[in-house]
């Protein structure tokens, strides 16, 4: 297999410019992430209220995800994201200048998690659904996905390292500041960009009766709603482990600040494997055995890291966990937009979301009051055991699944183009 076919979406230049923007923007992103952190906790130093921060915004992303989906639905894509990224553009100057000023306060930067909470419940399902129009040949689309997840661990990689570097130097809003800036490379491209529009959504129904739809397509068909409940398991009580890792890396392997990044940057590895490994491939045929493999990666890895008292072995398995977490999200992301019908993207989509945003936080409270009672390291392997099942319970619906990929790979605009014996 050649080099380009793992970078083929990039063929499709409105993708070109997409992925450069958010490229860029995405960095800043992660800087503003690290730098929140450790400015909540200059200001309280207090881990509790770093919890409540992060719960505060993710919740509300959670609760208004299905509103978001219908109205994103009723709006030009392009137009809408636009609108989106200013919006996070001035949320992250606002925490600068309140920042930089001397004048920021908890409750300031409560009020800016929550906005972008909001606006992350339209900007996701907005830029999910969005993805399809930017590439050229839908057979480009598992690509486009993977490649941007790709961009997304590589930022995840550089940013927070990079704010480390600025907030030791010149304080936290600079990082803040430099976010602000960020979001310019992502308006500017989507203002470049030009596509076929998809015309918004008329419909004479009302908010609750798009929302009762939307909900009865992703319950009513099989093989969204398996996708959907396996991803909401995984969010659930896989996503959450690194909030035990300071405790694994202390009281288990008897290390420090050093253990927990090493374990951070082994798990970082697993994900930059799982996005190369999902960018080479050739069709969304087959995928539904690639779901079932990583998350049994992701909860083999954890019960295994649970129960690991050695560094080396513990290294291994945080790149396990990173491969499985990664390539579950991934993969669900890919079948979803595979298999849903074009007037029913966003909605379908922002159930995607809300699977990640109520049971990453949801799952964040569990497993540190199991890890309070249990201890980090029991907890930790009976997370493991969760998702093992989810994975065992997928096993149990791979004919439906794989019968709707091969319908999806087979329809004019999604074409199976990979040879059988291709097929991972």
């Excluded at 398995?317 to 849903?340: D, E, I, K, P």
Aim: charged content about 10%; some cysteine; proline content about 3%.
């Amino acid at each position: 297999m050649s080099a380009g076919h793992a970078w083929r979406a990039l063929r499709s230049a409105n993708f070109r410019l997409f992925f450069a923007g958010q490229g860029i923007s995405v960095m800043g992103t992660w800087m503003t992430r690290l730098a929140a952190t450790w400015l909540v906790y200059r200001l309280t130093h207090s881990v509790w209220m770093l919890g409540v921060i992060g719960f505060a915004g993710q919740i509300v992303s959670f609760a208004i995800g299905p509103f978001a989906g219908v109205w994103v639905e009723r709006m030009e894509r392009r137009r809408m994201l636009v609108v989106t990224q200013a919006a996070a553009c001035l949320h992250a100057l606002t925490l600068a200048v309140l920042t930089l000023t001397g004048a920021v306060r908890l409750w300031h930067v409560l009020a800016l998690t929550v906005l972008q909470g909001i606006i992350n419940a339209f900007d996701m399902p907005g830029r999910q659904s969005f993805l399809v129009q930017l590439v050229e040949d839908r057979d480009d689309l598992s690509n486009a996905i993977a490649l941007n997840s790709l961009m997304n661990n590589g930022a995840r990689l550089v940013g927070p390292a990079l704010a480390g570097l600025v907030v030791a130097a010149v304080g936290e809003g600079w990082c803040f500041l430099a976010d602000g800036v960020s979001y310019l490379a992502v308006i500017a491209s989507l203002l470049v960009i030009r596509t076929r529009p998809v015309a918004p959504r008329a419909s004479e129904a009302t908010l609750w009766q798009e929302m009762r739809e939307g909900w009865e397509y992703v319950s009513g068909v099989a093989p969204i709603r398996t996708v959907l409940v396996l991803f909401a398991l995984l969010s659930l009580m896989g996503t959450p482990f690194s909030v035990v890792l300071p405790a694994i890396a202390t009281g288990v392997l008897h290390g420090g600040p050093q253990t927990l990044g090493w374990l951070g940057a082994a798990a970082g590895v697993g994900t930059m494997a799982a996005t190369a490994l999902l960018a080479a491939r050739h069709s969304v045929v087959g995928l539904e055995r690639s779901l079932v493999s990583a998350s049994l990666s992701l909860g083999g890895g954890l019960a295994l890291l649970g129960m690991s008292r050695w560094l080396v072995v513990s290294l291994a398995m945080m790149v396990v966990v990173g491969f499985g977490l990664m390539q579950t999200a991934a993969v669900c992301n890919t079948v979803l937009q595979a298999l849903v019908t074009e007037d029913k993207r966003a909605r379908v989509m922002s159930y995607y979301t809300m699977a990640f945003f109520g049971g990453a936080p949801i799952g964040s409270l569990l497993l540190g009051a199991a890890a309070e009672r249990l201890g980090a390291a029991p907890a930790i392997v009976v997370s493991g055991i969760c998702c093992t099942a989810g994975a065992v319970w997928m096993g149990a619906h791979l004919r439906g699944l794989r019968a709707a990929l091969h319908a999806a790979a087979a329809r004019p605009e999604m074409p199976a183009s990979v040879p059988a014996d291709e097929v991972a």
